[in-house]
């Protein structure tokens, strides 16, 4: 598990990379990772193309980072999932939730 | 003319000093009282014959010896101390003659060193 | 530098040796104790703890190497360096020091070099080691108080998911032992009309969270199944209620499904577990019913959809609920047991009855050799035949010992915007159960309460005819019509007049509902039809089984029941 997370140029658009499981573990560094003292951003994309599990704590986490992001007002987009994290996601009917591309 | 040998290893006694200060003295005066026990209670077992308690106390003498700079007086005991351990008592009546003959000199060095 | 001073017992027979050693000790800033033979040291050591001991080897009383086997024995993990002082200089007995319990020797002559290098070694193992415990200790406090925790968790967990119709006789289920902390719940109630409900939980997180989510879940799920609501308003309310109470990131995936036995029809609402297995044996084909909604407790937004399926089943037919631990499941090379494996299982050709064990047997041996065997939670709910079915429990309400009030009467009217909307039977019922006794009597209660309040609605108040139900078209065209009427119209009303007296025995219960509606040109026949056809259907005509008396008063927009019940009577 590897959690990194870049600022776009303009300090708008904060996009959190995830490697390996994303679960229970990740917990600390996920919220590090979107809970900066240096960026105000208005948009978030989760780029999930090196993810290989996701479980219903990672589920909650993406939640807590809708929530901190303005909850139904929240910009978060999640990209590049698996086929196997999409059908997690699906079946949570997070697309409801999030921009899944 | 010689210089006059000595009993003692200048550099443990002059480390001694240093660490003992003013109980230097007492220091010394334990040593003699326990080195005066310790000969005679090897006379009496050189004497019965009891190859075993000259060993352990040999042991000890070498080990207090040893912490005074007294290597020579050591090296004696350690050579009783042997004789103990391999049960032949022969060579040990002369033998512990020159360990007290040795202390003889070595505490005459040490008192000397006390002052007044 | 004075934080740093230890506390060294110094251990010797030889006074001169002794006396040198406690002043090199003393020089670098130790504080020491001395004892002249191993009896003596031992006395110290219990007296004044040192955290260091010297001991010479060979002393009269007890020599070193028994004093140090009884500090080690004594002290048992807690760390004390014991350093043995000796003149000995041959291998074997200096390997004797080490076997009785020394860490190190230091050989005569003395060295105040070497003396003072030990001595910081062993202080900074000594600091090492009581971090090292410190932390081991506060680890171990930690989790004790984990334990606790999760133990208190588990029995609330285990109070509230329990008084459910589990020995139900068409349902089978597996529950791990370790279900409170995956997380997983089932709940199973009936409906006073008879229908049983059955919910499958897998709360995020587990342990506490799970139990304070279990919580409000199994008293909104049983509170509102025993007032007879209907599935879509429960799963509305139990979403609602989570989400109120559960912190965000906590959330439960659960399905809810509602097996009619009566009409052999399923409602099954999935948000968030995988897809529900529907079993038609007949057919040989299975349905899956897959999750179309957030799981309970993420938002309460539009976003979370109630609605749930409706599917048919007959006699035999089952489905299967499950969390994700079946899939999840992996055996010895890191496999997951998937939802292939699974359905393939389904799909052979066995007896329906044995799928069940199938499914259990294949997953406990896919995961043989693995540590987690039982991590699984499956349930299958058979739809049987309303006479076969049994709730296999007695959870019968007891008598209330309780006295409620004995003699009243209430006039209740919904005017048309609650008729378009609102459900009054719930409110209705809940108020009849608080009437002693009457709980054991629900489904009588329930099963009048609905069939007049139809019968007044749709007869009356939006006037359709009951025998356009008699072909397939007819019937969705019946229901289209009734929620066209009720959008309609705009001046009716639906009123409840309930009267009740009681005594010790029993009690009698009087329901009149009158609606707006003109009523018919003549009163109906009350005999049961043969196969239906007749201007109620069955609806009034079951009553009249129930009821002491059913009378329809006319011009027919009246109806009255009469309703006896008695104490010693209770119907199961």
């Known amino acids: ?101 | 003319m010689t210089e006059p040998v000595s009993h003692l290893d200048q550099a443990v006694i002059a480390e001694l000093q240093g660490i003992m200060g003013d109980s230097f003295g007492l220091l010394v005066d334990t040593f003699r009282q326990d080195s005066l026990g310790r000969i005679e209670s090897l006379r009496q077992h050189v004497a019965g014959g009891a190859a075993e308690d000259v060993r352990q106390v040999a042991h000890s003498f070498k080990g207090s010896a040893a912490n005074l700079g007294a290597l020579q007086l050591a090296s004696l005991c350690q050579s009783l101390e042997a004789m103990g351990k391999s049960a032949d008592l022969a060579d040990a009546p002369v033998r512990l003659q020159h360990v007290e003959t040795e202390f003889t000199y070595v505490i005459a060095e040490l008192e000397a060193l006390l002052p007044g | 530098m004075q934080d740093d001073s230890l506390t060294i017992l110094i251990a010797d027979d030889s006074n001169t040796d002794r006396l040198l050693l406690e002043a090199f000790v003393r020089k670098l800033g130790h504080r020491t104790i001395t004892a002249v033979d191993g009896v003596e040291a031992i006395e110290c050591f219990h007296r004044q703890q040192p955290d260091i001991v010297l001991l010479d080897a060979l002393m009269p009383r007890m020599n070193g190497f028994e004093v140090a086997a009884q500090i080690r024995r004594e002290v048992g993990d807690t760390f004390i360096p014991i350093i043995f002082l000796t003149a000995l200089t041959e291998a074997d007995s200096l390997a004797q020091c080490l076997e009785a319990g020394g860490d190190d020797f230091l050989t005569k002559p003395y060295n105040s070099v070497i003396l003072k290098a030990k001595i910081n070694a062993f202080r900074r193992m000594l600091k090492m080691h009581g971090t090292l415990q410190e932390q081991r200790d506060e680890i171990a406090r930690y989790n004790e108080h984990l334990l606790r925790e999760q133990d208190l968790a588990k029995r609330i967990f285990d109070k509230v998911a329990r008084p459910g119709y589990f020995k139900a006789n068409n349902l089978r289920f597996s529950m791990s032992p370790m279900a409170m902390f995956n997380g997983d719940i089932l709940l199973v109630a009936l409906q006073p009309s008879g229908n049983l409900l059955a919910l499958l939980g897998d709360f995020t997180g587990h342990g506490l969270a799970a139990a304070v989510g279990a919580m409000p879940l199994a008293q909104t799920f049983y509170g509102m199944a025993e007032k007879g609501f209907a599935l879509k308003d429960m799963v509305r309310e139990l979403n609602a209620k989570l989400y109120e109470v559960l912190p965000t990131g906590v959330f439960c995936c659960a399905c809810l499904v509602e097996l009619d036995f009566e009409h052999h029809t399923l409602q099954a609402w999935n948000g968030g577990l995988p897809d529900l297995f529907l079993v038609h044996g007949r057919e040989q084909r299975i349905e899956r019913i897959p999750s179309k909604s957030l799981p309970l407790g993420v938002s309460s937004s539009d976003a979370f959809d109630p609605a749930p399926g409706m599917y048919e089943m007959e006699p035999d037919d089952r489905v299967f609920l499950r969390s994700d631990g079946i899939h999840e499941t992996v055996n010895a090379a890191g496999d997951m047991f998937g939802e292939d494996r699974l359905e393939a299982i389904l799909h052979r050709d066995i007896p329906m009855a044995a799928m069940f064990d199938a499914v259990m047997q294949a997953v406990n041996a896919f995961a043989e050799g693995t540590e987690r065997t039982d991590d699984v939670s499956l349930v299958e709910l058979v739809m049987v035949p309303k006479q076969a079915f049994q709730t296999g429990s007695d959870v019968v309400p007891l008598v209330r010992e309780l006295q409620g009030p004995v003699d009243w009467a209430l006039d209740y009217e919904l005017r048309m915007d609650s008729i378009r909307s609102f459900n009054p039977l719930p409110l209705m019922l809940h108020i009849l159960l608080e009437v002693p006794g009457l709980r054991g009597h629900a489904g009588d209660i329930y099963t009048i309460l609905s069939e007049l309040y139809a019968n007044a609605v749709e007869h009356g108040v939006a006037g359709l005819d009951s025998s356009m139900k008699e072909t397939h078209e007819g019937f969705v065209g019946y229901y289209l019509q009734k929620e066209q009427r009720l959008r309609e119209l705009a001046d009716a009303w639906v009123r409840f007049h309930i009267e009740y007296r009681g005594d010790d025995n029993g009690g009698c219960l009087r329901i009149v509902v009158e609606d707006s509606g003109k009523g018919f040109k003549e009163v109906p026949d009350m005999t049961m039809p043969e196969s239906g056809g007749q201007f109620s259907g069955r609806g009034l005509p079951l009553l009249k089984t129930l009821c002491r008396s059913l009378t329809v008063l006319s011009p027919g927009n009246r109806v009255e029941a009469v309703y006896d019940w008695q104490y010693k009577q209770s119907r199961a």
């Open chain 1, 1 to 101: 598990m590897a959690i990194n997370s870049t600022l776009s140029d303009d300090g708008k658009e904060l996009t959190i990379h995830i490697d390996g499981r994303f679960d229970f573990s990740c917990h600390q560094d996920f919220r590090s990772a979107y809970q900066r003292d240096d960026a105000d951003p208005s948009h978030y994309r989760i780029d999930l193309k090196g993810a290989v599990y996701l479980d219903s704590s990672a589920l909650g986490m993406l939640l807590l980072l809708r929530d901190y992001a303005g909850g139904d007002e929240a910009n978060v987009k999640i990209l590049n999932p698996s086929e196997d994290v999409r059908k997690i996601l699906r079946i949570s009917n997070f697309q409801r939730l999030f921009t899944i591309q």
